[in-house]
């Protein structure tokens, strides 16, 4: 079965489907398809992988608000 956005974008190449083809076999994948499937699958990773630095970076913040400037308390 074949995800329709990855085909929706190889139709979509016109020009640059030369490009991406040749790209696409220096980086040692079989077809078109494969190539644009990894990259999509890296993009979505990437945005992931960085919700969770902002989740963290969220929950580490917040007690560092809490506390006081002065050193006296």
Do not use: H, W
Not at 38 to 62: C, G, H
């Amino acid at each position: 079965m074949q995800n329709q956005e990855i085909v929706k974008i190889i139709e979509n190449l016109k020009g640059r489907k030369n490009y991406e083809e040749k790209r696409a076999s220096k980086l040692g994948f079989a077809s078109l398809y494969d190539y644009f499937e990894d990259k999509i699958s890296k993009k979505q990773k990437a945005l992931e992988d960085d919700q969770k630095k902002l989740e963290t970076s969220q929950d580490e913040e917040q007690p560092k608000a809490t506390k006081k400037s002065c050193g006296c308390c």
